[in-house]
């Protein structure tokens, strides 16, 4: 609903239906043990939030968000499998701001706060793993030529508790995974209305980083690629 050019409120209900893939049943044989007894996931979430237009090349949006998840589909490193579980609760907060410079520069930002958190077995609602509290995103678009773009962008990822299994104890360690930036950058040349080349190099700075436990994430990479428009 829009109360002005400068104010605008926004909302939305929906529900999910997820059925587990053939990877996450099946597994791989090796590193991914199978579960035959893996179930289909359904949600229910909601968002609400506010726009507001400071400017007429400024856009600033706040929401909050809620989704509740009945047999989520998740990675257990102790199982080393996808399993259900029963209950979970995610929600949080979003903070998202983009201000376009001029013609030829655009900046923006996000915030993202994460509560995500599953039922236990004592019915008791606890942090789930591998959820950043935090994440913070920041990109940079340039244009110097009309058909010459330029971006480069970052993101943050908080610190994010995670399971590890002990074979001297025979039991499953918590850990804290520590946070970490990324950067990337790209750019893209449109030679005609036919063909445009590409290009990005992720990870820059040759991060080390992982998701989950014992899975590190690629380190620097380069693509290049042509777009064709018939």
Do not use: C
């Not at 376009?100 to 996000?110: C, F, K, T, V």
């Not at 992982?210 to 290049?224: L, N, P, V």
């Amino acid at each position: 609903y829009n109360f002005n050019e400068m104010v605008a409120v926004k909302g939305s209900f929906g529900t999910g239906f997820t059925t587990p893939n053939v990877y996450q049943i099946f597994g791989d044989g090796q590193f991914v043990n199978a579960n035959f007894d893996l179930k289909a996931e359904t949600s229910k979430g909601y968002d609400l939030g506010v726009e507001l237009k400071p400017t007429n090349n400024a856009v600033i949006s706040l929401s909050l968000f809620e989704t509740r998840y009945k047999n989520m589909i998740n990675w257990s490193n102790a199982l080393s499998n996808y399993n259900n579980l029963d209950r979970a609760k995610i929600k949080g907060f979003e903070a998202v701001a983009t201000v376009e410079i001029n013609d030829q520069l655009a900046l923006s930002g996000s915030y993202t706060y994460l509560d995500a958190k599953e039922k236990k077995g004592n019915e008791v609602y606890e942090e789930m793993l591998r959820r950043p509290k935090h994440q913070v995103t920041a990109n940079a678009t340039y244009q110097p030529l009309h058909n010459l773009t330029l971006n480069a962008s970052a993101v943050y990822y908080g610190e994010r508790k995670d399971d590890r299994y002990n074979s001297m104890t025979g039991k499953t360690d918590t850990i804290i995974l520590d946070s970490f930036v990324v950067f990337d950058i790209a750019g893209s040349y449109k030679i005609n209305n036919t063909f445009e080349v590409d290009a990005k190099i992720q990870n820059i700075f040759n991060k080390q980083y992982q998701f989950a436990d014992g899975y590190r994430e690629r380190g620097r990479s380069a693509y290049i690629g042509v777009n064709i428009s018939l």
